[in-house]
């Protein structure tokens, strides 16, 4: 008997379940919100001048450095208004990090931590060789996102950054990216 | 026995919290009910379906909102002065609103009208109406800004306008107080023999939309409210509603209400186009203004026209025919075919649809009732094809769907009427809250209609809102009328007062919608299009600032040897190459508004420093992370000082 009232049961519940499905599958408007992490990352746009993010992506020297924004989730950053100068360093560059450094960096579970990496190529503000330069003159070092300083210093022409060499230039829509050939990593010395 | 009552009851109380669970999604569909709000629901960033261009009324300004959210996206200036972007202010806007009364800073939009191909709406320029200082302007559908203005001569108060015929032939303009023509000091007692109503046709290029005034038709004294275009079969003609046939010229409330029957003017202008070129127009001198932005120098310019020609249409017979319509029509709107023209008279119970066919068969007999002014009026019982009888109080205007059917606003009885062309049967009527004035569905008025949604217009707004002291925002309400009734949606506030509106599907507009402008197309005489091009020069007491920005930055941003006594006119050029990123301008104690400069875009303000100092300037735009950081500094010194001219960014 009880078993058989939990059958009933479980049909008109069943039925009501199902029905009110249909109801809602039927009603006009999804009202699905589909609030991307990427945020201004998914804003389609051919016209305008390329942002950070979309020349890193063109970019076949950077895969690493795409894929780890990617992994940590702060394409957004990328695309904001800014300014932002980048130091993009290139896959040769991840390449000279311990293996198991990079693995690491690239789980889900230090999202974190791979973000902080990133945010320190970032300093708020547009600046170009000429910025660099007269920062290095003036001994101006650079405030960089993530709240450290990085030091800048000139020789003979050749600028660097925390002992990283700036390869190349490229002006974006939202700033300016050096092409460098180290990686930085957060640790006291630059704090 | 007893299991099965128990299980009886077990069933119908499951069966009914199945009914009550699922009752909010199915029933209730009343404007309360939350599928309603479903129905005009856009999520977070999902677009609208509609565009929806509202007149700003008393605000000069045109109002873009989106359906069926009721979000307005852009409040575009035209005769207004309008400080949030500087237009009107700027030096390069500043002869927009030029007239032959001078600079006029603000005038009383009215009836928006989307440009048309084939009696379909095109989506390329909007036109709209300024009624107090009559004045025409068109604006783009790709920058949404207003690109040209066109003063109206022998008109006063141009408000049977800004309609465009079927293929954006011509735009039309019809006085809505007649005046002398030419003007002249007159007695006001003379109006009946001296004062006249001009109806202007002004022909717009396919390609660029420029405008300009090929011919006035000049018309005896009435006030010209209303227009719209023949389409299809009537395609050639535009019919004006009339209102004063009586000639009054004072307490008009009850004077130009005398008459049981005022008119429809039908203008067969393929006929006067032919008089034009047979030359049988004469040339009268008028002073009027034709303004002209371009887009690649960012600039206007004001020519000032110094003659009109003029068609009278006692010299040139068959180009003006009276339609009889009763009591004082507002609308005058023809239905999809082109076949009916509806006269709402707006102090009349029903509504008078007149047959082209029969009005063209009424021509073709000599039908005619009469003449006014040597102008013949036809026939009433021969011109007319139906009627909608005792539809409401105070009809005003009528919009149409694709599926025969037209919507008709009241303003006494605060409603909206459905009825069925053809048939005249009243099919479903809805309440607005308060006194409709015009209703637009998109396409509304073209031989292709979008039926989905309809937008009633408000002119009292009472208790539907929040209050805001005495003066409350007008409201628009948004109706579903894809079903046999009409569904009330939503309401949403409007700006100034709408008076009229169009719309189009979304798919028309926004594929066209320009991101920026391209720096390399600039063609400011003052624009920069690098850092290194930026500049001071003097020419005596006149100094030209060539100034840039970018994120975050003035170059140059420390400027000296500036003197009081100088005008100083800083011309800044937006280096960004980026969709939706305008740098502002400011600077302290300029005598006009901060500017926006566009992507690509240059605009000049005058400053004119009267107190020695150093005058900072900044930003007005979040444009950036380091917006704060984007100001400058310029030194005044006095007028006899020896400080050089200097300028520069970071030092250098």
């Known amino acids: ?191 | 026995m007893k299991n099965s009552i128990k299980h009886l009851l077990f069933f119908v109380s499951a069966v009914s919290l199945f009914t009550s669970a699922c009752s909010k999604t199915d029933s209730n569909r009343g404007a309360l009910s939350s599928s309603v709000a479903e129905d005009v629901y856009v999520a977070p960033g999902e677009h609208d379906d509609y565009y929806a261009f509202l007149s700003g009324g008393y605000s000069g300004n045109l109002t873009v909102y989106g359906l069926p959210s009721g979000r307005m996206f852009k409040e575009i200036p035209v005769f207004s002065q309008f400080p949030t972007s500087g237009y009107g202010y700027s030096e390069e806007t500043i002869p927009l609103l030029n007239t032959s009364h001078g600079f006029i800073p603000w005038d009383d939009l009215h009836h928006p009208d989307i440009s048309q191909t084939e009696g379909e709406i095109d989506g390329r320029w909007i036109f709209v109406n300024g009624n107090n200082t009559p004045r025409i302007a068109r604006i783009s559908l790709s920058t949404f800004e207003t690109e040209e203005i066109i003063e109206i001569p022998n008109s006063a108060g141009n408000h049977s306008s800004s309609f465009v015929t079927e293929n954006t032939e011509y735009v039309v303009a019809g006085t809505r107080f007649s005046v002398p023509v030419p003007q002249q000091d007159i007695s006001i007692n003379e109006y009946k023999s001296n004062f006249k109503g001009a109806i202007s046709f002004i022909k717009v290029d396919p390609e660029t939309g420029r405008m300009n005034i090929e011919f006035q038709i000049i018309l005896p004294g009435f006030n010209y409210d209303l227009a719209h275009p023949g389409r299809g079969k009537s395609h050639g003609w535009m019919f004006f509603s009339t209102y004063n046939t009586e000639e009054a010229n004072s307490l008009l409330e009850v004077n130009a209400s005398q008459n049981d029957k005022d008119f429809i003017a039908a203008i067969n202008w393929k006929k006067a186009e032919e008089y034009m070129n047979a030359g049988k127009f004469k040339v009268m001198p008028a002073e009027y203004a034709h303004n002209v932005y371009d887009e690649h120098t960012h600039s206007a310019t004001s020519v000032m026209k110094t003659s009109v020609r003029v068609l009278d249409p006692a010299d040139n017979p068959g180009i003006v025919y009276f339609l009889p319509t009763p009591k004082s029509p507002h609308g005058v709107d023809v239905d999809p075919t082109g076949e009916y023209i509806i006269g709402s008279g707006k102090l009349s119970a029903s509504l008078t649809a007149h047959s082209f066919t029969n009005m063209k068969n009424a021509i073709d007999e000599n039908r005619f009732d009469g003449d006014a002014y040597g102008i013949p009026i036809i026939d009433y019982d021969y011109s007319v094809g139906g009627t909608v009888e005792q539809a409401g109080l105070g009809p005003l205007h009528t919009e149409f769907d694709e599926r025969g059917n037209a919507y008709t606003t009241f303003f006494i009885s605060s409603e909206v009427v459905k009825w069925k062309v053809g048939t005249w049967e009243v099919i479903d009527r809805k309440p607005t809250y308060y006194s409709v004035g015009h209703i637009m569905i998109p396409g509304g008025n073209s031989r292709k209609p979008y039926g989905k949604y309809a937008v009633a217009m408000n002119k009292i707004t009472k208790d539907r809102y929040l209050p805001t002291g005495p003066e409350m925002e007008h409201s628009a309400q948004l109706y579903d009328i894809s079903g046999d009734k009409m569904k009330l949606l939503l309401d949403f506030p409007t700006h100034g007062e709408p008076h009229y509106a169009a719309g189009a599907p979304a798919d028309i507009i926004k594929p066209n919608s320009k991101k920026f402008y391209k720096l390399e197309d600039n063609k400011h005489p003052y624009a920069v299009k690098s850092e290194g091009e930026t500049r001071l020069e003097r020419d005596g007491k006149v100094v030209h600032v060539y100034m840039s920005t970018i994120r975050s930055h003035f170059s140059p941003d420390n400027i000296e040897g500036i003197k009081v006594g100088d005008t100083v006119f800083f011309h800044i050029t937006n280096l960004e190459q980026d969709f939706d990123v305008p740098h502002g301008v400011a600077m302290i104690g300029a005598n006009t508004s901060e500017l926006l400069i566009m992507p690509g875009q240059t605009k000049t303000f005058r400053w004119e420093p009267k107190k020695v100092g150093v005058w900072p300037f900044y930003c007005t735009d979040f444009c950036s992370a380091l917006h704060q950081e984007m100001q400058g500094y310029v030194r005044v010194s006095a007028e006899n000082s020896n400080i050089k001219l200097s300028w520069t960014l970071d030092g250098e």
């Open chain 1, 1 to 191: 008997m009880y078993f058989k009232k939990t059958v009933f049961v479980s049909i008109c519940v069943g039925f009501i379940i199902i029905s009110c499905t249909k109801l809602e599958e039927g009603s006009k408007t999804s009202t699905k919100i589909d609030n991307t992490p990427k945020g201004q990352a998914s804003v389609v746009d051919e016209e305008s001048d390329r942002n950070i993010l979309q020349i890193a992506i063109s970019s076949d020297a950077h895969t690493t450095l795409v894929k780890a924004v990617e992994a940590a989730n702060i394409e957004h950053v990328l695309v904001n208004a800014g300014p932002l100068t980048v130091f993009a360093p290139t896959n040769d560059a991840f390449n000279d990090l311990p293996k198991q450094l990079v693995d690491k960096l690239l789980k889900p579970e230090n999202r974190a931590e791979l973000s902080q990496v990133l945010t320190l190529h970032a300093a708020p503000g547009t600046f170009d060789i000429a910025a660099l330069t007269k920062a290095a003159v003036k001994e101006r070092d650079l405030y960089m996102a993530t709240g450290h300083y990085l030091s800048i210093s000139n020789s003979n022409g050749v600028i660097t950054v925390n002992d990283a060499k700036i390869l190349s230039t490229i002006e974006a829509s939202n700033g300016i990216i050096h092409v460098v050939d180290k990686v930085f990593l957060p640790n006291p010395k630059n704090q």
